[in-house]
């Protein structure tokens, strides 16, 4: 579904890709892990087309998308749910959800009905603020905000950062539904490891701007972790 070859990316004179090959499946649930500072939110930056790239290939559904801007990735069925969640803090969750309708495919113009479902909380606080939401209720906006575009890829930057722990169980299962049931092709960035083995199905690991190893999340072993994870 997305295939990155080569990829490379500065910012100014710092290198921080450097050759980055990453290939993933359509339906699959991956896991993208590393120290801080391996290059994590870049990538998905890139992917996404919000950062520019020195050269390399980004391939979605084979039709390469480097040149992109990100309203036409997240047009293709590219949703994003970035670091940090970027709500818009004056708008209400309505208006912070209807954001995303001009991106949909289909010309909806009403917010898809499976956003509440999976987080009712939204459909209770519509016209309240984004602001005054509770970071684990931004955080859910912010995940339902990509959905109404109708993605075919889910991007998630460490959605659990943050975040309390009884919220953190039902984002799991969110995601995990998304994948399961949705058939949404999910890249997930995460460091907490009790979390991605819960919800990824395969891991990719980042060192130095480039993937490192790539495999099942059931193959995650301790040498891995001590390798590329542990501090
Ligand atoms: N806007 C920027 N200008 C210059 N350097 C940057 C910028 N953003 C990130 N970097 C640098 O790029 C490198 C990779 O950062 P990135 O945020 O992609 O890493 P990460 O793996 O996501 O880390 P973390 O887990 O801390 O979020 C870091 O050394 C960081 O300091």
């Not at 919800?199 to 040498?223: H, I, P, Y």
């Amino acid at each position: 579904m997305i295939r990155i070859e080569k990829l490379n990316q500065k910012y100014g004179g710092t290198q921080i890709l450097w050759d980055l090959d990453l290939e993933v499946e359509r339906g699959s649930c991956t896991c993208i892990m590393g120290r801080n500072g391996a290059g994590k939110t870049t990538l998905l930056k890139c992917l996404m087309g919000l950062l520019p790239t020195s050269d390399g290939k980004i391939l979605y559904q084979g039709e390469s998308i480097e040149g992109s801007p990100a309203q036409a990735r997240a047009k293709m069925g590219i949703g994003y749910v970035p670091q940090g969640r970027d709500i818009f803090p004056l708008l209400t969750v309505e208006e912070n959800l209807q954001i995303g309708l001009p991106a949909r495919r289909d010309g909806l113009k009403k917010i898809p009905e499976r956003v509440f479902e999976l987080f009712p909380v939204l459909k209770d606080m519509l016209h309240r603020r984004g602001g005054d939401l509770s970071g684990g209720q931004q955080q859910q906006l912010a995940i339902g905000r990509a959905l109404v575009i109708d993605p075919k890829v889910l991007i998630l930057d460490e959605p659990n950062e943050g975040i309390q722990p009884n919220i953190v169980r039902q984002i799991a299962d969110v995601v995990t539904q998304l994948n399961e049931e949705d058939g949404l092709t999910v890249i997930l960035v995460e460091q907490k490891l009790g979390f991605a083995r819960r919800v990824g199905k395969e891991f990719r690991l980042m060192q130095k701007g480039s993937v490192v190893a790539a495999d099942k999340m059931a193959n995650l072993d301790d040498g891995l972790i001590r390798q590329y994870l542990a501090v």
